[in-house]
């Protein structure tokens, strides 16, 4: 059982006196240097000390011939938002590079390892763990049997392939999935390891203006995305979503949870190498983003605390919407 403190929020975000001083540091170009590299090493390494291959992952990558599905993927008239346009994660491009895509699959599978660290876990372990924890929170709020899920934010398509696999392996009827992101290099690789062709669409789309028509999801899932975003573009994607929901469809978020112990206790270096590669946090961990969705509309039912480090957020279009 994992329960939140008190305290609302790590003291290192947002306006206090911590979180500025770091901010400061962060702003001063050669230690955001340092930090910038020192993350990347911390990450590297947790991945390579598990049997996570990431220098080999990104080698084949390379040469796999995944560049040549940049035409076909990426909309050229899509207009990337400035917050977008910023280095993330130690990439000076952000996740517009094929840096970030090629080493992205490797991140994705690492990041569990931290969660439960007192544990000897293996990586497909403690990911299967991660993912298995947050849908069985959605579990109790999705309707019986559904048509259709949009996986926004869906990177190289981790997350989109388990949301897929999860729930067609409960339902004898076909599951259209489709994974819509930004990035148009994050998603060559998506469908690159989408061998069997599961996912039925990989969609370069802006998550606030999809596209979709009204009313064509039973279930919307942000996994990992929102800490990458500022306020206003959360905001503009719950609209969103509220939009393309069918009524009594859900809305499942999780993230970094802002109340957990383990998060608020993180030692000063690591919140430090966090902040300085995730330039939005001080937006998220400040965000009632609970308040937001109902602001928006939505039937607000849990937060729940699904590991040490992360949260589940559930929200339903009324069916009278
Ligand atoms: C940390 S990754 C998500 C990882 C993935 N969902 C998973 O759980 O493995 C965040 C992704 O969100 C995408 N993203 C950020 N802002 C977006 C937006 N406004 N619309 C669509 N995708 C966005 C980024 O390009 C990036 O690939």
């Known amino acids: 059982m994992v329960t939140n403190t008190n305290k609302v929020k790590p003291d290192w975000a947002g306006n206090d006196l911590l979180s500025r001083f770091v901010n400061f540091l962060i702003g001063i ?16 390494k947790t991945a390579e000390k598990n049997g996570i291959p990431w220098r080999k992952n990104y080698e084949e990558l390379e040469q796999s011939g995944v560049k040549e599905l940049f035409n076909a993927i990426a909309d050229p008239n899509l207009k990337y938002p400035d917050y977008y346009c910023v280095p993330f994660h ?14 992205a699959e490797s991140a994705t599978y690492a ?67 489709v994974g819509l992101d930004l ?32 009313n064509s999801f039973d279930l919307v899932t942000l996994q990992f995305v929102l800490h990458e975003l500022p306020r206003t573009a959360t905001k503009a994607i719950f609209q969103e ?4 929901l069918r009524p009594g469809g859900v809305i499942a978020i999780t993230d970094n949870n802002p109340g957990s112990p383990v998060i608020q206790n993180l030692p000063p270096v690591l919140f430090t190498l966090m902040k300085s590669t995730e330039p939005w946090s ?28 992360h949260r589940a957020i559930i929200g339903m279009k009324p069916i009278n919407k």
């Open 29 to 44: 170009e050669p230690i955001y240097d340092i930090m910038k590299s020192q993350a990347r090493q911390v990450i590297v």
């Open 90 to 103: 130690a990439y000076d491009e952000g996740n517009l590079c094929w840096k970030a895509a090629f080493e």
């Open 282 to 309: 001080d937006d998220y961990y400040t965000f009632n983003m609970e308040q937001a969705l109902m602001e928006q509309g939505f039937d607000y039912k849990t937060t729940a605390a699904c590991d040490p480090r």
């Open 183 to 214: 990035s148009p290099y994050m998603l060559c690789v998506a469908k690159m390891r989408d061998t069997k062709q599961e996912i039925k669409h990989w969609i370069h789309g802006l998550g606030e203006n999809t596209k979709f028509a009204d």
């Open 241 to 244: 979503i509220f939009r393309i």
């Open 111 to 177: 990041m569990p390892l931290r969660v439960w660290k007192n544990e000897s876990l293996t990586w497909q372990e403690a990911n299967h763990r991660l993912r298995g924890n947050f849908y069985q929170v959605i579990d109790s709020y999705i309707p019986h049997t559904i048509t259709d899920i949009l996986d926004m934010g869906c990177s190289v398509g981790v997350s989109t392939l388990a949301v897929h696999r999860y729930y067609q392996k409960k339902q004898e009827t076909k599951i259209n999935t």
